[in-house]
């Protein structure tokens, strides 16, 4: 095959990969950065100087990673689902690409949310683990993201592995509110109403603005974490190009 | 336009069948399960009373998830399922027929056979009848939701265990509800609520079950 | 009349041709040839719907097939590499149940004409599991003698465990199938007589 | 300011094992979700010159003509 030709059929096709692939090299930094500037602005307000929650004492300080990865995994989840989508309507490879870079942050975020209600429900409720709606329904996202990540692994044909991503993405999304509003009634006939993690009873407004800080510190680690992902994904998509190969020689010249 | 549908329905109905063994092994699959609860957790009456839907609906649970794999697997070796998606009728048409054959040879058979296991548990008759109406409306559930995921994970290395992993998170909303259905009844507070959400779930499962599972077996296919 | 436009099909992360434009007229036959692995049964199976193209497109009578599903598929007859038979049935519901999943109407008389014609008269009754290679084969092509009126025939490797009788008979069939104006687009890797003008497709020419 | 010495600081009102629990957990996962992240990006680019050297400079994937 010549080289010519192939660039005349991959033009025609590949055109979006090979641009966005430099444009998220640069981007992923900033965005980093940001993030990195956010966590420590948001670190400070969380510790030094949001007050000493009245009931609760100083545990309640986990609430500043706890609140924002649990909204953040919830939020990872949708934007899959809308990638996916935005996959199977409009056939764009991108967009799948896209999906999958961002169902292992979402997953660790998921993790991360868990860990921390954890480590919060011992003081508070006297127990690691209690069958509350909000964890139970977090534990069961964590398990659609494992299903998303473990279907397209396992599939070898990377297309195909695509598409059954992205139904499975939006079944799940579709699944997501019912299986919130399930366990949460399931848990108010078990339980009565449980104490909520989160409905500390006057929310200091630095507190407020700690919690947001870091969620948007997690949102631009998000985006930087995956675009940093989807490089490799598309290059490794990508790889019969003319510019791969290409990016491939000026990487290998690098020392 | 109901022609494939009917000839769909009616082979996988003479499959099973001819194939009767395999629903009799999902059958004993699902009495053997809830026969295994009580030497778990005691035979103390009382407590197995309490806990007897959720076992039930658990075995059922189970039951059907054990025999997803055959909703399209044979189809999908021999090569039919490529004939099917060739078909000028709509693929939604036929997905619904054969769900529905694999829920009238594997969930029915539960729903008939769930009041006896609940009399083991020495469950009272109005429960028993909660426990069928709501076996009857949240296994189609099952099936449907199920059948997106074997449709997933069709043709795939270690399939059956991946199948699970996707289902069963999807399947909490049907245990919570069918099984508190029978609480609910069994407590005073009346069983209409829960069945009512069941129903409802059903409805939009059949909606949008088969046209997610039409599409993952064109994904499957190709 | 069924057109492709250039036609690209990826497999795995394999192009395996690309550039492709066929044509085929009423009373036409074309095989494609080429080595294994050349992407033949992957060309089959995305003329006929069941795989997407990387690019181009396939056209049926001039529009896209994607959009006029239906219609392509009630004019399409397709036989793949397996032959779609439940070992659990016999030849005769195979049949049966093959024809009316494709919307057309098959009654037992003509069905049981087709087994007759195809030679497997005897077995119509026998469950499927008992019968050879070459027997399922021919289920599978008795399917022919039911799809008259579909006019486009898409068949891969349909000479395949047939025995010297069995393939001079097919080819008798193919060849009156274009004499009634239908089409026929195969791969073979025997050398059959046709009657009619065989066209060839050499996809190791494409091959990327 | 709410506390009087890092001491205080560290000891978190006496929940220092949930609080410090949680935030160094998720440093942890966050520096691990990073390294994966840059190793990939290392294996694949290795992964990618390997082939693409085995196959004298053409693009990497591109299968020679006689393969099937």
């Known amino acids: 095959m010549t080289m010519q030709s192939s660039r005349g059929f991959h033009l025609f096709h590949f055109a979006a990969p090979n641009t966005f692939y430099p444009l998220a090299g640069r981007l992923a930094p900033w965005f980093a950065g940001l993030a990195a500037l956010l966590a420590a602005l948001g670190l400070w307000l969380a510790f030094f100087v949001a007050p000493t929650d009245a009931t609760q004492g100083e545990v309640y300080r986990v609430i500043f990673i706890h609140v924002p990865a649990a909204w ?64 139970t329904s977090q534990l069961l996202l964590l398990f659609l993201y494992f299903g998303y990540i473990a279907l397209t692994e396992a599939i070898e044909d990377p297309r195909r592995g695509d598409r059954a991503g992205a139904i499975l993405a939006l079944v799940g999304a579709v699944n997501v509110p019912i299986i919130y509003f ?31 800080i870091m969620a948007l510190a997690a949102w631009a680690y998000t985006i930087a974490v995956a675009l940093w992902r989807v490089r490799s994904l598309i290059l490794e998509r990508e790889r019969h190009t003319d510019w791969v190969s290409a990016e491939l020689d000026r990487q290998g010249a690098r020392p | 336009m109901l022609k494939p549908f009917v000839a769909v329905l009616a082979r996988d109905l003479l499959l099973a069948w001819r194939g009767r063994a395999d629903v009799l092994v999902t059958l004993g699959f699902f009495v053997i399960v809830a026969c295994l609860f009580p030497f778990g957790v005691g035979a103390e009456p009382n407590q197995l009373r309490a806990i007897a839907p959720g076992i039930l ?26 004939h099917l998606l060739l078909s000028p009728e709509p693929t939604v048409l036929w997905v619904l027929a054969k769900i529905l054959a694999y829920w009238l040879t594997t969930s ?45 994970t069709l043709g795939l290395r270690g399939g059956g265990m991946l199948l699970a992993l996707l289902v069963l998170p999807l399947f909490v909303p049907v245990l ?16 209409s609520a829960h069945l009512l959400l069941l129903s409802g779930g059903a409805l939009g499962a059949l909606v949008l079950g088969p046209w997610a599972c039409a599409a993952a077996l064109r994904v499957a296919a190709e | 009349m069924l057109e492709t436009r250039s036609l690209a099909c990826l497999r795995g992360d394999r192009l395996l041709f690309r550039g492709l434009d066929l044509s085929l007229r009423p009373g036409e036959m074309v095989r494609i040839l080429g080595p294994n692995g050349v992407g033949k049964t992957s060309l089959l199976r995305m003329l006929c719907g069941l795989v997407a193209p990387e690019a181009g497109e396939v056209l049926w009578r001039g529009t896209p097939v994607r959009r006029e599903r239906e219609d392509f598929h009630r004019a399409l007859l397709y036989l793949g590499h397996s032959a779609a038979l439940n070992d659990l049935l016999s030849p005769v519901e195979n049949l049966r149940f093959a024809v009316r999943a494709g919307g057309d109407e098959a009654g037992k008389e003509s069905c049981d004409a087709a087994l007759e014609r195809i030679g497997l008269a005897a077995q119509r009754d026998l469950p ?32 395949n465990a047939l025995d010297v009788g069995a393939v001079a008979d097919l080819a008798v069939t193919l060849d009156a199938h274009c004499a009634r104006g239908g089409m026929v687009l195969l791969t073979t890797h025997q050398d059959i007589a046709f009657a009619t003008p065989l066209r060839h497709l050499d996809l190791g020419a494409l091959a990327c | 300011m709410n506390w009087n010495s890092w001491a205080a600081f560290w000891d978190m009102g006496g929940a220092a094992f949930y609080v410090w629990g949680s935030y160094g957990v998720t440093f942890i996962a966050i520096v691990a979700e990073l390294l994966l992240v840059f190793r990939r990006r290392r294996d694949t680019l290795t992964r990618l010159l390997r082939l693409r050297r085995a196959q004298g400079g053409r693009p990497a994937a591109a299968s020679p003509d006689s393969s099937d």
């Not at chain 1, 949460?184 to 989160?198: C, D, E, I």
């Open chain 1, 72 to 135: 953040m995994s919830m939020f990872v989840y949708l934007v899959m689902a809308f990638w996916s989508g935005m996959g199977i309507i409009f056939n764009t490879r991108l967009s799948a690409l896209m999906a999958r870079a961002l169902a292992p942050t979402g997953a660790m975020f998921c993790f991360v949310a868990l860990w921390t209600g954890a480590l919060w429900g011992r003081p508070t409720w006297g127990a690691y683990w209690v069958w509350d709606a909000r964890l």
């Open chain 1, 182 to 212: 399930s366990v949460k009634w399931w848990n108010t006939l078990h339980q009565g109403a449980s104490v909520s993690l989160t409905k500390a009873p006057s929310m200091a407004a630095t507190m407020l603005w700690g919690m947001l």
């Open chain 2, 57 to 82: 609906w658990v075995a059922a649970l189970l039951a059907t998830l054990l025999s997803l794999h055959r909703l399209f697997g044979q189809d999908f070796a021999d090569g039919t399922l490529e």
């Open chain 2, 108 to 152: 029915l058979p539960l729903v008939v056979a769930a009041p006896g296991l609940g009399m083991l548990f020495d469950m009272e008759q109005g429960g028993l009848m909660v426990l069928c109406l709501s076996l009857a409306l949240g296994t189609p559930i099952l099936s449907l939701l199920g059948a997106v995921g074997a449709a997933l």
């Open chain 2, 176 to 191: 919570i509800f069918g099984a508190g259905a029978v609480e609910a009844h069994l407590s005073g507070t009346g069983a």
């Open chain 3, 128 to 159: 499927c599991r008992v019968l050879s290679q070459g027997q399922r084969r021919r289920v599978g092509l008795a399917r022919l003698f039911l799809a008259a009126g579909r006019p486009l025939w898409v068949l891969d490797e349909p000479f």
